[in-house]
């Protein structure tokens, strides 16, 4: 039985656009660094070290999960972009991973068994979206 063309047409008008978030699904996580950060959060609860890797630029080989609570809630305080200046700044004290321009750092608040903890998270943009490069737990207080 042939298929008339203008019909094969409108399956994949219709078939294309409900694809896309599984084709994108992957990608769409790491749209945003906020987005980026709530997979991280996310897996960090579920104690997941596939889904954390997947958020980070390099693979984490190892990661400590006991005695961890879970992130119960938490906000960006803070969005510093890495200009050339702050790069160079940042390179000049040797810390390693090196940051470049155009990371974004944010500084975030997690409530962790009912109280406030502040950690840095410095992202990078790639072709998969942005990965968390570094991160550092601190405390402001």
Same mark, same amino acid.
């Given at each position: 039985?042939?298929? +008339?063309?203008?019909?094969?047409?409108?399956?994949?008008?219709?078939?294309?656009?409900?694809?896309? +978030?599984?084709?994108?699904?992957?990608?769409?996580?790491?749209?945003?660094?906020?987005? =980026?950060?709530?997979?991280?959060?996310?897996?960090?609860?579920?104690?997941?070290?596939?889904?954390?890797?997947?958020?980070?630029?390099?693979?984490?080989?190892?990661?400590?999960?006991?005695?961890?609570?879970?992130?119960?809630?938490?906000?960006?305080?803070?969005?510093?972009?890495?200009?050339?200046?702050?790069?160079?700044?940042?390179?000049?004290?040797?810390?390693?991973? +090196? =940051? =470049?321009?155009?990371?974004?750092?944010?500084?975030?608040?997690?409530?962790?068994?009912?109280?406030?903890?502040?950690?840095?998270?410095?992202?990078?943009?790639?072709?998969?979206?942005?990965?968390?490069?570094?991160?550092?737990?601190?405390?402001?207080?």
């Amino acid at each position: 039985m042939r298929v +008339p063309l203008h019909a094969l047409t409108w399956v994949l008008v219709v078939t294309l656009p409900l694809l896309s +978030p599984i084709v994108g699904g992957a990608q769409s996580k790491f749209k945003t660094r906020d987005l =980026a950060l709530a997979h991280y959060i996310k897996s960090a609860n579920a104690r997941s070290l596939a889904g954390i890797n997947a958020t980070f630029l390099e693979p984490v080989l190892a990661f400590n999960f006991s005695g961890s609570l879970p992130v119960e809630r938490f906000r960006v305080v803070k969005r510093i972009r890495y200009t050339e200046k702050l790069a160079r700044d940042w390179n000049k004290k040797g810390i390693i991973p +090196p =940051a =470049a321009v155009g990371d974004i750092e944010l500084h975030v608040e997690e409530i962790i068994g009912g109280k406030p903890y502040m950690y840095s998270y410095n992202f990078r943009q790639t072709a998969s979206g942005w990965k968390i490069v570094d991160f550092v737990a601190w405390d402001d207080k």
